[in-house]
C-alpha cells in the first residue's frame, strides 16, 4: 500500500516498547533507524522520522544503547510497569504539537487494551495515519 500524497512528506512518530518487542539478539541495533526508514521509503512515506524507544535501559546491554543512540533513536529510560503509560502520554502530547496530516507507529504486543481506545476514537475523529507492529499476532485488528 503506497503513502496517500497528504501523508507523503508528513512527518512520522515511532513508539516503541522495547520490553515486549526487544532487538534480537543477533541484531544490530545500529540499523534499526534504517530499517524503518527503508520500510517507510518502500511504501512512499519520506517525511522527517522521530523513533522513542522505551524500556527499563538498565536492563539493557550498553551496545544496544549505543546503536539507538548512534542513530537518533530516542531512548527512554522507564520502568517495565510504566512503558505503556509513558508511551501514551507522550503519543498524546505528540499529537498536541504535530496536527494531521502525520503517520504514527506503536511498536507493541499490547496494543489491545492499553491503546485500543484512544486509537479507536483517534482514527474516527482525525487525519493521522496509523502502523501497528508487534511480535506477536494480536487478537483485536485496528
Known amino acids: 500500500m503506497q503513502a496517500k500524497a497528504e501523508y507523503a512528506t508528513a512527518k512520522i512518530a515511532v513508539w516503541w516498547d522495547m520490553k515486549d518487542c526487544p ?3 543477533d541484531y544490530d541495533a ?3 533507524r534504517q530499517s524503518l526508514e527503508g520500510a517507510f521509503m518502500e511504501r512512499g512515506y519520506s517525511g522527517p522520522v522521530s523513533i522513542t524507544a522505551y ?3 538498565t536492563k539493557t546491554p550498553g551496545y544496544i544503547l549505543e546503536g ?3 542513530t537518533g533513536v530516542s531512548v527512554a529510560n522507564t520502568r517495565s510497569e510504566s512503558i505503556k503509560y509513558v ?3 507522550d503519543m498524546v502530547e505528540w499529537r498536541g504539537q504535530n496536527p494531521p496530516p502525520a503517520t504514527m507507529m506503536i511498536i507493541s504486543d499490547e496494543v489491545q487494551g492499553v491503546f485500543d481506545w484512544d486509537l479507536l476514537r483517534l482514527q474516527q475523529r482525525t487525519l493521522y495515519n496509523l502502523f501497528l507492529a ?3 499476532e494480536p487478537l483485536l485488528h485496528i
Request: net charge negative; hydrophobic share 35%; glycine share 6%.
Open 23 to 25: 532487538i534480537p539478539e
Open 87 to 89: 508511551m501514551h502520554r
Open 30 to 32: 545500529s540499523l534499526i
Open 134 to 136: 508487534y511480535s506477536v
Open 55 to 57: 524500556g527499563d535501559q
Open 68 to 70: 539507538l543512540s548512534y
